[in-house]
């Protein structure tokens, strides 16, 4: 589980299956803008909101977060198109399905 600073978790394995289901990689996205307003609904930021944070008007791909996900060694940062806006942005990559032995 990954702890978030407003007191909400998720699953790694949650994250796992959804950035594989995105072609294995997702931008990070984060906002500072309600839930409501979020302009990329396919990001970390908009995923964590909607799955596991108690503050889902609060942005939520922060450096601590990214740096979790980096430390299981299933994940790896990487720049990338993003989908929604065509820019390079920063995002991850899975690297490992499951976790390390």
Avoid at 22 to 27: K, P
């Amino acid at each position: 589980m990954i702890t978030l600073r407003d007191g909400g978790s998720f699953s790694i394995d949650a994250l796992v299956s959804k950035v594989e289901a995105l072609g294995g990689s997702m931008v990070l996205g984060p906002i500072k803008a309600a839930l409501i307003d979020h302009k990329k609904p396919v990001s970390l930021d908009y995923w964590i909101r909607a799955n596991g944070a108690h503050r889902k008007d609060q942005m939520q791909a922060e450096t601590q977060v990214v740096d979790q996900l980096v430390a299981t060694g299933r994940f790896s940062r990487v720049k990338m198109s993003c989908p929604t806006t065509g820019h390079r942005c920063k995002g991850l990559i899975v690297i490992s399905k499951l976790f390390p032995q």
